[in-house]
C-alpha cells in the first residue's frame, strides 16, 4: 500500500527485511520516478525503531547492482572450466528444464533435489509456490538443517517448542547474559534493549570465544573454549546447587528430570567445569553468583554456540538455568534462543505448501548440510537414486555448506544438471546449468514472521522487476506449467499466496495498513509453568555435556597435528554469503582474515598482517593474518562467510569445515573444527 510523502513525486512503500536475521525490521521504502531513493526503518515498528544496520540500508545498492542478474542464462563452458553463459529467452530456458527434469523423473522424482535456506525469510519467495512445485513432481525433500535445527530440536525436547522471552522486556532485566552471539552484529536491534537495561545499572556479561564488539561493551566477557558450554552450564548449575541458589518451588512444579541433572551437575565443580572450558574456577563462581543472586536475569543465547557436536545438549542445559533459579517467573527473566514457535499457531503452513500434492508419498530426505558428501554418493538401497538434478534458490551452497573441496567437486559434475535461481552470480551459480534472475525484495510481494521478535510484517513491491527478473513463486509457476502441471494451485497469485500464509487472527487488510501486527503472546510466558510439552513441564533428564569431535580432548592426537581451534562466526557487513559483493560493505571488512592470539602467532613466528595458509586435511584457506586481542589463546577466528571468487586463490573459510553432524537436529558443526596456520611465502 502506497502513501504520499513529503514530495509530490515520491511515494513510501511499506516493507519488510527479507534477510535470515532475528530483527525482521519494518521497511520505509521512498520511490520516485519508479526507482527506489531511499530505505529506512520504520519508526513506528516498536524493534526496528527507525533505525536500520550498515547492510540494510544500502539495500538499494544490492537491487541495482551492476551485476545484478537480468536475463535467464544458460551455460556454455563445462563445470571444471571457468564459467561462461549465454543469455536464452524466459521460453528457451523454461522449455529446456521441464525436459531435462521430465526426463530424469520418468526414472525417479527422487534425483531431483531442491536445495534452498533463508537467502529470503518470506512466506511466499521461501517456500510456498516452490514446495508446490516439489511436492507435484514427488522430488526429494531437504531436511533444512544448515543454521538452527540443533538448537531448535534442543528447545523442543526441553520446552516443547522454540520459546522464550519478549524481546522488549530485556531491557527491564538485572542481569543479562549476552550467550554464543554478537548481537551488536547480528542482532542489532537486541542492542537496543540491552543498552536499556545497561543504563537502568544492569551487569551484562558476554560468554564467547572471540573478544566481540559485543563483549566489548559488556561488563564482563568469559572467553571459554568452543564447544564447552554445555560444561559451563552444569558448572553453574553446581555452583547453585551448592549455595542453595535454587527455587525449589519452581523445580518441582515445573521440571521432570531434576533429580537426575542435580546428580550430573554436582560431577562439576569449578575446579574441573574451568579446565575444560579453558577459563579461571574465579569466573565459574562469579557467573553462578550473579546469576544465582540477581532478579530479574534473562540469559539471550544465539546459534552461534550451538554449531558444534554437542550443540543440542548445550543448548537444552542452558535453557534449564532459569528453571534452576525462577528466572522464569519474572517477564524480564528467562531465556530467548529463539521466538519463531510463537508463530506456528498463527501460520497456514499447509495451505502454502500443500503436501497433499505428495499424494501420500514420502520421497527421501537429503540433508543439506552434508551436501557435498551426497553430491558424491552413487545410488543406493539406504541413499536412493544419485542426485542427478539440483534446483537452487535463496541460497548459496558453494560458498556456505562445509567441507567445500567436496561440495564444489560434487557441484562440478557433468552428469549433474544444475538450476540456480539468483540475483547474482554466485560460487553457486558459476557451477549452473541455467541461472534464472530472481527479483530482490523490493520488487515482490512477502509477508514475514520473526526469530526474535513477535510480530507478522508485510512487505510490499516498491518498483517494477528489474531486467526479465521474476519472484521466485512466479518462476516456480512457470516452471508447473512448462512440466505440465494442470492444478489450479499453480495459478494462484502472490496476493492470494499472502492472504492464505496466516489465519484468520492476522487481518491482512491491518496487515497492510500499519505494515505489521504484533501475536497476542502472554507477557511473562512460563510464570506458572506451562512449558509446550505434552505434560507441560520442562524436561531435564538426558541432558548432558557432550564434547567436540575435535578438541585435544577428543581427539589429542589430531589436536597435535592441528592444535588451535577455528571458529568462524558471520561478519558485521556481510549475512552469510550475501552483501560480499556489495563493495562498500565489502569495502569495510577489507578482505579474508583470521584474527590470532599474540601467543599463538609468536609460536608460529606470525607477523601481523602476514598472508598465511589457514590448514587440516580438508584443505587450505588462504587470507590475512590478524595479532588481535579478539581471539584467544588456542583459538583463531576466521570471519565468513566470504564468496571464493572474491577471497584469496579462490578460498573460503569452508574449505577447513567438516560435515559431521550435531547430536540433536542433524546440524553441521562449523565451530568443531582443528587447524594449524603458517606463513605464505611471498610469491605464493
Ligand atoms: N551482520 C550479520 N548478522 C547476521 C548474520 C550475519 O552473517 N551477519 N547471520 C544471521 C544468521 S544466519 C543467524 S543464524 C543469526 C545468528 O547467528 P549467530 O551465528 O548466532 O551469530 P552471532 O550472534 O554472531 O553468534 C555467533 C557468536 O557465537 C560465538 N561462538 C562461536 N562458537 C562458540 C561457542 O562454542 N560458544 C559460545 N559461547 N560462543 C561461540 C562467535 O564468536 C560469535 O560471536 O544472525 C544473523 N545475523
Ligand atoms: N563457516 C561457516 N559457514 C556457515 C556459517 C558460519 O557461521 N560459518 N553460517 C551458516 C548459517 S547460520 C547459515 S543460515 C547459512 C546461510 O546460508 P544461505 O542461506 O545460503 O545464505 P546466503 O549465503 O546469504 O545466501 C543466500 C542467497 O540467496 C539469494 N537470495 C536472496 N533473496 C532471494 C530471492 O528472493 N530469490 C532468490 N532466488 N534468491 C535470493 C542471495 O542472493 C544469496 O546468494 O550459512 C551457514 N554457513
Ligand atoms: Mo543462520
Redesign the pocket.
Known sequence: MQSLASSPSQTVVKGAC?H?CPDTCALKVTVEDGRVIKIQGAADHPSTHGALCTKVSRYAERTYHAERLLTPLKRVSAKTEAPRFEPVSWAAALADIAARLQAIAARDPQAIQPYS????M?QL?GESMAARFFNRLGAARLDRT???SAGGAALAATYGHKLGMHLPYFAESKLLIIWGSNSIASNLHFWTYANQAKRAGAKLICIDPRKTETADKCHQHIALMPGTDGALALGLMHELIAHDWLDHAYLQAHVDGWDALRAKALQWPPERTAEVCGITPEEVQSLARDYGTTQPAAIRLN?GMQ?VHGGGNAVRLIALLPCLTGAWRHRAGGLLLSSSGWFAPYKNTAALEMPELLNGATPRMVNMSTIGDDLLREASAGFGPKIEALIV?????V????ESAKVVKGFQRADLFTVV????M?DTADLADYVLP????LE?LDVHTSYGHTDVLINEPAIAPLGEAKP?TQIFRELAAAMGFGEPCFSESDELLARQAFTAEIDFAALRAQGWQSLPVPEAPFAQGGFHTPNGRAQAGGADYVANYESRASNPVLAERYPLAMI???ARNF????FVNVKSLRDIEGEPLVEVHADDAAARGLADGAMVRVFNDRGSYVCRARISKRARPGVVNGL??WWRKLGVQGTN??EL?HQRLTDMGAAPS?YDCLVDLQTLPVDA
Open positions: 527479507p535470515d535456506y533463508a537467502g529470503t518470506g519467495q544448515i543454521c538452527a546459534y554449531r534458490y535463496n541460497s548459496n551452497p560458498a556456505v555448506a562445509p535461481l539468483e540475483h547474482f554466485t530472481a527479483t530482490t525484495q515482490h521466485n568462524s562466526p558471520p549475512l552469510n554469503s550475501s565468513g562467510v573459510v569452508n569445515t562449523f
